[in-house]
Structures are given as structure tokens and as C-alpha cells.
């Protein structure tokens, strides 16, 4: 029903960085929550930042406060992560995720993409 397809991943050093891009249907804009999530390996799944249907508000996850951006180009269907000054914690396969709830520290998420790889260096 929701298909969500993630890219810009990729390597980069500590101090740079990078932009992640999720696209998805118009109707899936329109009409839910979308956000971030990552995944470290041996670790779970974590929450990253969502930005609301309504484009307000935005929620972050405390360590990626000050220095992720998320955003929804709502013209062409297309949710935007921001990343700059990238440290080595930030390696993780990065998910993009929709949901119906959106809470002040969480996005309820139900819907996927496949992932995509970030991998930051020392």
C-alpha cells in the first residue's frame, strides 16, 4: 500500500556531510507522518527525526539535534534528511518510515523502505 524507496547514503569522513532522500507516492505524502529511522549493526533500531503530514512539527532525536535537518518537498513527493557534521556514531543503515502517529519524541512507524547505508569515518 505505502512504498517508500530511500537513497543518497554512501561514505563519508567525520565533519562532513550528507543528504538522504525518501520518495513515495503522492497520496502517501499527503496523508501520513514520515520520518528516519537507523541501525547500527548488533544494535536496534533507532528513531533519528519526523516531520509532520502538516510539515509541523519536527521531532529529532537528542543525539542528531543541532546537526540533522529533516524536510518534506511536498511538491515532488519527496521527504529530504539533512545530515551535517557527521561523526563516526552516525554509521547505520538509515530507514525511511511512515506512520499515522506522530508523537513529541516518536514516530509511530508502519511502513518501510529498504535502507540505505551510511558509513562515517574517522
Known amino acids: 500500500q505505502v512504498q517508500l524507496v530511500e537513497s543518497g547514503g554512501g561514505l563519508v569522513q567525520a565533519g562532513g556531510s550528507l543528504r538522504l532522500s525518501c520518495t513515495a507516492s503522492?497520496?502517501?505524502?499527503?496523508?501520513?507522518?514520515m520520518g528516519w529511522f537507523r541501525q547500527a549493526p548488533g544494535k536496534e533500531r533507532e528513531f533519528v527525526a519526523a516531520?509532520?503530514?502538516?510539515?509541523?512539527?519536527?521531532v529529532y532525536a537528542d543525539s542528531v539535534k543541532g546537526r540533522f535537518t529533516i524536510s518534506r518537498d511536498n511538491a515532488n513527493n519527496i521527504m529530504y534528511l539533512q545530515m551535517s557534521r557527521l561523526k563516526p556514531e552516525d554509521t547505520a543503515v538509515y530507514y525511511c518510515?511512515?506512520?499515522?502517529?506522530?508523537?513529541?519524541?516518536?514516530?509511530?512507524?508502519?511502513?518501510w523502505g529498504q535502507g540505505t547505508q551510511v558509513t562515517v569515518s574517522s
Open positions: 518510515a511512515a506512520g499515522q502517529l506522530l508523537t513529541y519524541s516518536h514516530l509511530d512507524a508502519k511502513w
Open positions: 516531520v509532520s503530514v502538516s510539515d509541523e512539527p519536527t
Open positions: 503522492r497520496w502517501t505524502f499527503a496523508t501520513f507522518h
